[in-house]
T-cell receptor
Framework: EAGVVQSPRYKIIEKKQPVAFWCNPISGHNTLYWYLQNLGQGPELLIR????????DSQLPKDRFSAERLKGVDSTLKIQPAELGDSAVYLC??????????FGPGTRLTVL | SQQGEEDPQALSIQEGENATMNCSYKTSINNLQWYRQNSGRGLVHLILIRSNEREKHSGRLRVTLDTSKKSSSLLITASRAADTASYFCATVSGKTSYDKVIFGPGTSLSVIP
């Protein structure tokens, strides 16, 4: 069984540029999460989907961040425009329920 | 506010020794999970313990939960160099259809060969 796939693995951009991350969850997992992880810290939830519905986006900075999950499968997280403080690892995870989450390898974003 | 707090922040032990990490939380939970993260990788689920359970085992891992003290511990017995990683607790709480999952800041474990 394939795991959670994320792309790209690494991204370097200049500030004020847009950037997008893509996630393909494990087949059949209806719950999808996007997390932000700073160095030496635990993951912080940005948004959680149940199928196509965003059920928790309270921590998503909506002025510059947006996300979508078309057809309840793949998801894209976008930042526009990126700021220096957005440099972090962006993790995607999926699950069948809130019990066990399966994480992708993450996308390491560097904003110069 | 952060729900889970791991202790210690960093731990260095010799191979073969036991490693104990603690997690404290503030509000009532449905379950508590432990994850491992190797450098540059995503998190891997280790074990889940429900609020009505007190202890669970999985291989060399032993997790305890004390809901009266709002704390959990993860014990890794007979540690190996490959156990070197960061370990996170995640609390799952809430009474609505969608539980809230919050990760702690993690414990960085170094196992010296």
């Amino acid at each position: 069984e394939a795991g959670v796939v994320q792309s790209p693995r690494y991204k370097i951009i200049e500030k004020k540029q847009p950037v997008a991350f893509w996630c393909n969850p494990i087949s059949g997992h209806n719950t999808l999460y996007w997390y932000l992880q700073n160095l030496g810290q635990g993951p912080e939830l940005l948004i959680r989907y149940e199928n196509e519905e965003a059920v928790d986006d309270s921590q998503l900075p909506k002025d510059r961040f947006s996300a979508e999950r078309l057809k309840g499968v793949d998801s894209t997280l976008k930042i526009q425009p990126a700021e220096l403080g957005d440099s972090a690892v962006y993790l995607c995870a999926s699950s069948l329920a809130a019990d066990t989450q399966y994480f992708g390898p993450g996308t390491r974003l560097t904003v110069l | 506010s952060q729900q889970g707090e791991e202790d210690p922040q960093a731990l260095s032990i010799q191979e073969g020794e036991n490693a104990t990490m603690n997690c404290s939380y503030k509000t009532s939970i449905n379950n508590l999970q432990w994850y491992r993260q190797n450098s540059g990788r995503g998190l891997v689920h280790l074990i889940l313990i429900r609020s009505n359970e007190r202890e669970k085992h999985s291989g060399r891992l032993r997790v305890t939960l004390d809901t009266s003290k709002k704390s959990s511990s993860l014990l890794i017995t007979a540690s190996r160099a490959a156990d070197t990683a960061s370990y996170f607790c995640a609390t799952v709480s809430g009474k609505t259809s969608y539980d809230k999952v919050i990760f702690g800041p993690g414990t960085s474990l170094s196992v010296i060969p």
